[in-house]
């Protein structure tokens, strides 16, 4: 029995928590828990179609890439840090709908000295962490970059080089054990757009140990390339140049190049799940690292997604509509193109059965953009809006997480980041904001949709690799049967 003041107090005592635990349960758009609260950790789902948290519930990782208008360009992310500023931008962040931020580590600012991590930089990262906490953000740390200078190390080769490699591993083991346990980190991206570089010298000493290791004998090489025995000497053998014409030659290199490429990540992989066996880990794929839309067999970055993936928890890859050069809303066509072009790289990504994320994404909207002396058309917000709308609705399936190439537009940019935000420079919510906002609504809670059943001609990757025609053709083959769905 109580008295009725006590029953009363009681009573509105019971009334408070209910309504604590249901707005805890509805929370902001896609919440994993109230903001300012220890966020549960996220793991790869056992379904591999996306991910979940430790209690459960599904979660998309949807939000954008950070960085700060202001703070030149490419942006100084840590040299700049308002940690005032990023509160602000975190509150905005929560109120647009997003979970999640991929931000950029530096050298300049955490890792000049192989071994040691910068003190300055650390204490910053925490407060970054401590910030996106308090807000109900996942943070997605990419790592080491040259955004605020380059230590000479890290200069004379950072995918080839064994020390330069070495220092790389060195830093993730030192920075995923600091790290480990903070469930707001979402996963460790090793590096923005990855890209195995041509020839150098260093490449040529590893390239004949790699023709030396797989054809044992110069009489086995001579008949594969069909050249003369006398002409092939192990620890002689040049590069194919840039324009080579395809043949075996030209396919050996690019395998080589895959192998340098897997090799870079297994080793970094490794580093940070010793030091955090829980640790998500991935890589920004650069677009072209799908062979289907490339000036010439060189620019392709060696990272083939079905190879990567076996060193990695999940994959991630970013795309601009570039099919036929800039694209400058000019009609259906180009759009369509555009949508072939993004669909052919996120089915292929996806094809090794990891969860992907578009882990960059966006195009201009909003104005005129000033680059290339200006020339490229204005571009409206909702046609802004309705280009980054239709990349969600076509990759969605194979994608399964979305982040937006910025929160703001970004003027000293010299690129389509200048008008690429959800955020006007100054702070205005522009049309893509409030569509982001109602997708982020829609995706809430929601299984990952099962992939949709297309008719597509089948990737010759190994043909792509070394015949720029062969990437036109079937660049069309592809087009066409997106276009007569």
């Known amino acids: 029995m109580c008295s009725n003041s006590t029953c009363f107090v009681w009573l509105w005592l019971r009334i408070i928590t209910v309504l604590i635990l249901v707005a805890n349960a509805v929370g902001a758009p896609n919440a994993t828990e109230t903001p300012g609260r220890r966020l549960p950790a996220v793991r ?4 591999n179609r996306g991910f979940v948290t430790a209690d459960g519930k599904r979660f998309v990782p949807f939000g954008v890439n950070y960085f700060r208008p202001g703070t030149g360009w490419a942006p100084q992310i840590w040299k700049q840090f308002d940690p005032e500023a990023t509160r602000r931008d975190f509150a905005r962040l929560r109120e647009l709908g997003a979970n999640c931020v991929r931000v950029f580590l530096t050298f300049g600012s955490f890792y ?54 070495e220092n790389l591993v060195s830093f ?201 002396g200006g020339r490229h058309p204005p571009a409206t917000e909702e046609q802004q809006a309705e280009w980054c709308q239709r990349l969600i609705e076509v990759s969605i399936g194979w994608c399964c997480g979305w982040l937006n190439w910025g929160l703001y537009d970004h003027p000293q940019a010299r690129d389509v980041t200048e008008l690429i935000g959800l955020l006007t420079a100054d702070g205005r919510t522009k049309q893509w904001g409030r569509v982001f906002q109602r997708i982020s609504q829609q995706l809430t809670g929601k299984p990952v949709p099962q992939v949709r059943e297309v008719s597509r001609p089948a990737i010759d990757w190994e043909r792509l690799l070394i015949d720029r025609e062969a990437v036109k053709a079937f660049r069309e083959r592809y087009y066409t049967a997106f276009r007569e769905e």
């Open 172 to 372: 993730w083991k030192l920075f995923a054990a600091r790290y480990r346990d903070r469930n707001v980190i979402f996963a460790y991206d090793l590096l923005n757009e990855p890209q195995i570089p041509w020839d150098n010298p260093r490449m040529r000493l590893k390239w004949n140990q790699w023709l030396e290791d797989k054809y044992r004998s110069n009489d086995r090489l001579a008949a594969v390339w069909k050249k003369e025995v006398a002409k092939l000497e192990f620890g002689k053998i040049d590069p194919p140049p840039r324009d080579a014409l395809p043949g075996p030659e030209l396919l050996d290199y690019q395998l080589f190049r895959e192998h340098l490429a897997d090799e870079w990540t297994r080793r970094q992989a490794a580093a940070i799940k010793a030091a955090d066996d829980d640790a998500l880990v991935t890589v920004g794929l650069i677009q072209w690292s799908v062979p289907f839309v490339m000036a010439d067999p060189w620019q392709y970055s060696g990272f083939r997604p079905a190879r990567q993936a076996k060193h990695l928890d999940f994959l991630e890859v970013h795309f601009y509509p570039l099919a036929d050069g800039f694209y400058e809303y000019t009609g259906a066509d180009a759009e369509k193109r555009n949508l072939a072009y993004l669909e052919a790289v996120v089915r292929e990504v996806a094809m090794p059965g990891k969860p992907v994320v578009l882990a960059e994404f966006g195009w201009y909207g909003g104005g005129k953009l000033t680059i290339d």
């Open 112 to 165: 000049n000295t192989p071994g040691q991590l910068s003190p300055e930089g650390l204490a910053k990262f925490d407060k970054f962490l401590e910030l996106a906490e308090e807000a109900g953000l996942y943070v997605h740390p990419t790592g080491p970059d040259h955004w605020e200078g380059m230590p000479d190390w890290a200069q004379k080769g950072r995918w080839i080089d064994d020390e330069a490699i």
């Open 44 to 47: 790869v789902a056992p379904d």
